[in-house]
């Protein structure tokens, strides 16, 4: 570092004399390849030639001559280090940010300020080792000269230590943004009625899982063409980090149509989709905006938040807190309007301790529309109070979470009031490195209300038993499967057992990586005779470094004792490519054929029925027991990163 500084200071000397250099030698000519750095040093009083008025750059350089240029550096270098010095002394109390980074950088932005060149790293380190070895070489005749050589090394760390000691904060902010053009076109059918068909099959908990009234946007537009503007601020500010994410959305391109006539709200303008705040200091981090799919427990919320998140420690606990609403552009409960007041909230307290981990919790959601207890006109609230342990490291080989959750629910008008009680437990064993058991039992009371949630039934009531298994056979392959058994309570009509078998296998091969599984149901919906098949194949296949190819086939069949209700093969395919590092061009296919029961069609849905929606949906009287549909769509992306 004492090398280094000095050369600095030594480069600063001859900086800061630089504006009044001029040729100072008859024998170096303006055009000459060394006129300016020779200039240089003339200005900054460390050359000063030979009495006839030459350079004399031909002639051999004595010790002696060496000698007198570095003493009239040092020289020069001590007083401008004795100047250095002040400007920090002065700068050392109250430094803002700004003053900061000038004691930090006053050596390069005096050079700067006098010079085109700038420095590098490794030109800074070629120079030391010279000086050093000059200094070295030439002690004797320097000492001769007056030149104190190892104070000026003293000085040197001293000034160090005074700059180390400054607190100076290291702010850092970078911006990016991601342009992202998409297009997209997608088939429904010939009319209305295939429309409706293909709709309900794309609903279907296996193929894009949507609800269609409530949510159109989520499907495959028929024309759309438009842009999105995703914006990042990153960086620290005294201390903090933070990242901001702003996405925004337009319609530049042309008018759109989508499923069932809904159309999105965009504009030939920026508007703000989604933003979201992050920040940490300390051991706190806090988030603040849109957060998609949240997701705090199984039995509470499964919802898009627009709120805050605080994560932090106090007293060796874990603590968690959050609270918003479920982002509808919605004003109230009334009309099409039904999640507008929704409010959530949640606090949760985590310990390490000596038998696992201690998480107690509590969870409120205000005003809620979910069909589960309350209506639009009459919505609920809930409070849950839980106690969880968990403890992966057991045994060696057994880990083993527990869960006990309350519920307090009670309607506004108080029609409805009740507590009630949910119960899980799970484990984990170990049996050998390639083999592994697992288990969950789950007992919902009958009374156990919990808002938005996404539990095996979402109205509770039930004892749910699970056992499964995965086994390693060998570094490419690997099988799993389980059986699940879920018995209803007295409050379910009908009320047959559910049986529900798994098996699957995952496999890599070179460059693809596969899946398959099978899934069968026996009494599904707790209804006897009613069961559905579920055959599932994968593969992505990393074609070189830049492209990525992918395909998925789910085939459903779902049957009752009235024969089909409803059967498809739903096809999905994707190809990534990576134009360059910062663009990247994506293209994704949807396929579906299949048919459904009429049943589903006999009654209307949307803003014209009982449902609230943006849309409406017509009944239709269907002659016949099933209504076919096919359909597709694909989806292409550019998005381009700065």
Known sequence: MKKLTITIALLLV?????????????????????????????????????????????????????????????????????????????????????????????????????????????????????????????????????????????????????????????????????????????????????????????????????????????FPAQERFWQEYNFNIAGELNGAKFNLDVDTITNLFMDERNVLDYTENDENEFLMDAALLEVAFDN????????????????????DLEGIEVNTNMYNIDFKAFAGGNGEDNLDNSGNNEMADEKYFGLTAASEMEFGTLTGKVYHARSVVDELVGSATNPYDNTLVALAWSNDMLTEALGMTGEVVFSDTVTDDESYDETGNLFNLTANYAVTNTFNLNGMVEIAGEDFVAARNDLEESNADYDLFKVGADYQLNPNNSINGSVMVVQPGDSYTPNEDKTVFNIGLDNNYG???????????????????????????????????????????????????????????????????????????????????????????????????????????PAYNVDGNDVEGTGHAITTTLSISF
């Open 511 to 617: 460059k693809f990586t596969n899946s398959a599984s099978v899934e069968y149901a026996d009494n599904d919906g707790f209804e006897d005779g009613h069961e559905y098949t579920l055959i599932s194949l994968g593969t992505e296949y990393a074609w070189n470094e830049t492209i990525t190819l992918g395909a998925n086939l789910n085939n459903k069949s779902e049957e009752d004792n009235n024969g089909d209700i409803k059967s498809y093969n739903y096809l999905t395919g994707f190809v990534d490519k990576q134009l360059k590092d910062n663009i990247s061009w994506i293209t994704e296919a949807m396929y579906i054929d299949g048919e459904t029961d009429f049943d589903a069609f006999d009654t209307a849905q949307g803003n014209t029925g009982s449902t609230n929606s943006e849309i409406s949906i």
């Open 284 to 303: 706190t981090n806090v988030k603040i905006g849109d957060m998609p799919d949240y997701y705090p427990e199984t039995y509470f919320l499964d919802e």
């Open 14 to 218: 001859v900086a800061l004399a630089m504006p009044a250099f001029a040729q100072s030698f008859s024998d170096v000519p303006s055009d000459h390849w060394a006129y300016d750095a020779i200039n240089k040093l003339v200005a900054a009083g460390i050359v000063e030639g030979y009495p006839d008025g030459e350079y004399k750059g031909q002639q051999s350089m004595t010790r002696y001559e060496m000698a007198v240029m570095v003493s009239r550096a040092l020289d020069n270098i001590v007083a401008e280090q004795e100047a250095l010095a002040n400007q920090v002394d002065e700068m050392g109390e109250g430094l803002t940010t700004g003053q900061a980074e000038d004691v930090t950088a006053i050596v390069k932005s005096l050079m700067e300020k006098n010079s085109q060149d700038e420095l590098s790293d490794a030109q800074a380190e070629e120079v030391a080792d010279i000086v050093d070895a000059l200094t070295f070489e030439l002690s004797a005749e320097l000492k001769v000269l007056g030149a104190d050589i190892d104070a000026l090394g003293k000085d040197m760390d001293e000034l160090e230590a005074k700059v180390d000691a400054l607190d100076i904060p290291k702010d850092n902010i970078e911006f990016g943004m991601d342009i992202v053009t998409k297009a997209q076109v997608a088939y429904y059918g010939e009319n209305e009625l295939e429309e409706r068909a293909v709709l309900e099959l794309l609903s279907d908990g296996d193929a894009i899982d949507e609800n269609f009234v409530d949510d159109p946007d989520l």
